[in-house]
């Protein structure tokens, strides 16, 4: 674990869909919903800009509903880019709930819904210190969640990219099926590609990688985890330059 404390001013933090998901398999759990918003609330209000993108793997992922052979991969991804809205306004509500003034902005236009995602306002909703949703991912299929985090992560000026997710931090293999495998405290983006470590895709990766950006990976379920993570005091593993 690392002690020291890092200082991002503006964050993007890309929160795993499934974190969502109640215990006992339906695709929302207000109770869960409540504690992130109540972490992301605190991490704002002690003074980081916060971006957050949602991945929509707690309802559908377009890849996996493919290979059932009924549907083509652009439907299924539009369905799945709508899941991402679905979890986006559902944490916008919590996070108003908890007392932090949040707005969810969408690639794929729905303005009855939510606002059209645009880059000028997006930042200076972020100067303000509102708490931006991105919704939709980056709007076009065939791609993911965490290829949008980087991608919003560098047009909206973020410092780093937390991703919050099942595990806590980038293992030298799968470490849900690999008991042995090994957590390093920090990567180059180069030799996240060359050893093909599947904890982001290839193309979110390289994204950060052109755009010389740190990617934070850490566990979604430790304690206030958003928090901690970038305080330094819970696991996780930095791939920067
Ligand atoms: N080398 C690796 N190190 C760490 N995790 C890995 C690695 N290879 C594969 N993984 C898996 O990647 C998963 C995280 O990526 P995934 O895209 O499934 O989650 P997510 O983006 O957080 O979820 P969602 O799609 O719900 O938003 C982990 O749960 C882990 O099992
Ligand atoms: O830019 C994007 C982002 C997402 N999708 C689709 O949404 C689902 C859910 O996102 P995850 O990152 O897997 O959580 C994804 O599987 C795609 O089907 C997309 O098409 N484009």
């Known amino acids: 674990m690392c002690s020291v404390t890092r200082p991002y001013r503006r964050v993007l933090v890309k929160l795993s869909g499934e974190a969502f998901a109640a215990p006992d398999g ?4 207000a109770q869960i919903l409540a504690e992130l918003a109540a972490d992301i609330a605190a991490t704002a ?3 980081t800009q916060l971006a957050i993108v949602i991945g929509g793997g707690n309802i ?6 493919t290979q059932a052979g009924w549907i083509d991969r652009p439907t299924a991804d539009s369905m799945g880019m709508l899941a991402t809205v679905m979890n986006s306004l559902a944490l916008e509500t919590a996070l108003n709930a908890a007392g932090v003034s949040a707005r969810t902005m969408s690639a794929v236009s729905m303005p009855s819904i939510c606002e059209t995602y645009a880059r000028q306002p997006a930042l200076h909703y972020l100067d303000r210190g509102q708490v931006v949703v991105l919704a939709g991912g980056t709007g076009n299929p065939f791609f993911t969640t965490d290829t949008a985090a980087v991608l919003r992560a560098a047009e909206l000026r973020c410092q780093a990219v937390l991703k919050a997710t099942q595990v806590d931090g ?3 293999a799968d470490p849900k099926s690999n008991p ?14 060359q050893r093909d470590l599947k904890v982001m895709d290839t193309a979110a990766f390289a994204l950060a990688r052109e755009s010389r950006l740190t990617v934070i990976v850490g566990s979604v379920h430790a304690p206030s985890s958003v928090r901690a993570i970038l305080q330094g005091g819970a696991p996780s593993t930095v791939v920067a330059p």
């Open 45 to 47: 209000e002690a003074g």
């Open 170 to 172: 980038v293992y030298s």
């Open 26 to 29: 339906y695709w929302l759990s």
């Open 60 to 65: 559908i992922r377009g890849a996996r509903m």
């Open 180 to 193: 042995g495998a090994v957590r390093y405290d920090r990567l180059t983006h180069d030799e996240a590609i």
